[in-house]
């Protein structure tokens, strides 16, 4: 049974920093590995998805790393601003997801 | 292209009464997913559908929820009776294969207030 885990839970950093969430899952045999952003009280919002073959995926100033030996993902996002403030979630093979990060960038 | 579509966005029922939702998934998309997103949690799945087969319920407490894709396009999910412990967001997702390959799109999701 594939187990995600998302790490830390919860986040806060000032604006302009440079930050880390990781997901680890405990089935290397995946698909692939998205990663989302929900806002409260709103649905998911696809940011990366990283095919089973690759090993990172970019976009904007978010880039979403795969490593299937060791069973972990990490999406970077590079000079944080308060409209990056969401929680985010990864979700693997047949969609299962984390807890979440539920990140607060400040001002 | 359009979304996924949810209907209704919030439905406040008391327990014990039935509630349904329905999800219209993106054109195309041959699988479907439901979702049940209790507040601080991360989504759970309850039902997958390829075309209008079920792939995977089980997550899904069959004593109280059902689903149906019979079509192969839209789907509704139900809840009889409804519990307390049903409060929460129920979200649809589609892909244009069980794979995955393209990866998935949400809807925005229904509020479930059970009262």
């Known amino acids: 049974k594939q187990e995600v885990t998302q790490i830390p839970a919860a986040l806060s950093v000032p604006e302009g920093e440079n930050l880390v969430l990781n997901c680890s899952f405990t089935d290397s045999a995946i698909y692939n590995l998205q990663w989302f952003r929900q806002d409260p009280g709103k649905g998911l919002t696809s940011l990366l998805l990283?095919?089973?073959?690759?090993r990172e995926q970019t976009s904007g100033r978010l880039n979403a790393s795969l490593d299937k030996s060791s069973g972990r993902s990490t999406l970077y996002i590079a000079a944080s601003q308060p409209g990056d403030s969401a929680t985010y979630l990864c979700?693997?093979?047949?969609?299962?997801f984390g807890a979440g990060t539920r990140l607060t960038v400040k001002p | 292209e359009a979304g996924v579509a949810q209907s209704p966005r919030y439905k406040i029922i008391e327990k014990r009464q039935s509630v349904a939702f329905w999800c219209n998934p993106i054109s195309g998309h041959a699988t479907l997913y439901w979702y049940q997103q209790i507040l601080g949690q991360g989504p759970k799945l309850l039902i997958q559908f390829q075309n209008n087969g079920v792939v995977d319920d089980s997550q899904l407490p069959k004593d109280r929820f059902s689903a149906e894709r019979l079509k192969g396009v839209d789907s509704t999910l139900k809840i009889q009776p409804a519990k307390l412990e049903d409060s929460a967001v129920y979200l649809c997702a589609s892909s244009l294969d069980r794979a995955g390959a393209y990866g998935y799109t949400f809807g925005s999701g229904t509020r479930l207030t059970v009262v």
């Open positions: 990283i095919q089973s073959s690759q």
């Open positions: 979700a693997v093979r047949d969609m299962r």
